[in-house]
């Protein structure tokens, strides 16, 4: 059982930047395609951006490209989400994914493990 736990959250500007954290338990994290997916109120869960098992691949939805930063230290079993310039739009809840063998990787079912999420909110 893999347990992944998000932290960074809080509230912000617009213009201004947090970084998030994910944590995962086991000895097998680096086996794992990992991801970020948000979700603002009334709102579905979407896909955010997407980092391969070795770190050597990464890929955003198209509205955060050139802001949010993905990357990963499999030594520390950490996965990190840099978000700069960010917009009130970027406010919702963000969770951290672990997919064991990556399939579509923006798709919520390509994933097998989820944090609990961390809050984001960007004032106007």
């Known amino acids: 059982q893999v347990q992944l736990v998000e932290s960074g959250g809080g509230l912000v500007q617009a213009g201004g930047s947090l970084r998030l954290s994910c944590a995962a338990s086991g000895r097998t994290f680096s086996s794992y395609d990992m991801a970020w997916f948000r979700q603002a109120p009334g709102k579905d869960r979407l896909f955010v951006a997407h980092?391969?098992?070795?770190?050597?691949?990464?890929y955003y939805v198209d509205s955060v490209k050139g802001r949010f930063t993905i990357s990963r230290d499999n030594a520390k079993n950490t996965v990190n989400l840099q978000m700069n310039s960010l917009k009130p739009e970027d406010t919702a809840v963000y969770y951290c994914?672990?997919?064991?063998?990556?399939?579509?990787?923006?798709?919520?079912?390509?994933?097998?493990?989820w944090g609990q999420g961390t809050q984001v909110t960007v004032s106007s």
């Open positions: 980092i391969n098992w070795s770190g050597s691949s990464t």
């Open positions: 994914a672990a997919a064991i063998t990556r399939a579509m990787l923006t798709s919520l079912s390509a994933y097998d493990y």
